[in-house]
């Protein structure tokens, strides 16, 4: 499993390594030993120069804890995945309880709420020839009215 996070590169790194850096470093072990450490030096020493030129033209972003979470996802070892999911679960259920507190400090009342509802329904005039459901008054009448019933 190690080898796996050992092939992955952050987004910060594929931002300031090229593929010919990659290819020195991947060629570094086959050097003599005395180039080895001067070419790992200037490897590290061109990266610099690019993390440099990344934060000179780099743009203010916020982001979430969320786009955060998201962005560790793929480097985090299982056992740390099952912590951090567990960490978004909470800060999921404080913010929805935060929503409950909102909702509750403006005095929501959902059997008042009902009410307003019933009171609606109950207050709206029918008039004369009005359609209900498709049927006129008359049509109503005439095929639920008692003299259907049992006429069968």
């Given amino acids: 499993m190690?080898?796996?996070?050992?092939?992955?590169?952050?987004?910060?790194?594929?931002?300031?390594?090229?593929?010919?850096?990659?290819?020195?470093?991947?060629?570094?072990?086959?050097?003599?030993?005395?180039?080895?450490?001067?070419?790992?030096?200037?490897?590290?020493?061109l990266e610099f120069q690019h993390t440099l030129s990344f934060f000179r033209n780099m743009r203010q972003r916020s982001s979430s804890p969320e786009d955060i979470f998201d962005g560790l996802k793929p480097y985090l070892s299982p056992s740390d995945l099952e912590s951090f999911d567990q960490m978004q679960n909470m800060m999921n259920m404080m913010s929805m309880m935060q929503e409950m507190q909102n909702i509750s400090d403006m005095d929501f009342d959902p059997m008042s709420m009902m009410g307003m509802f019933a009171q609606e329904e109950h207050t709206e005039p029918q008039k004369e020839g009005e359609t209900i459901d498709g049927l006129d008054e008359q049509s109503s009448t005439k095929r639920y009215g008692p003299d259907k019933i049992g006429a069968d």
């Fill in 2 to 45: 190690k080898d796996d996070f050992s092939q992955m590169m952050t987004p910060f790194d594929q931002y300031i390594s090229t593929q010919s850096l990659q290819m020195i470093k991947l060629l570094i072990p086959f050097m003599p030993p005395q180039s080895q450490r001067m070419i790992a030096v200037y490897v590290k020493f």
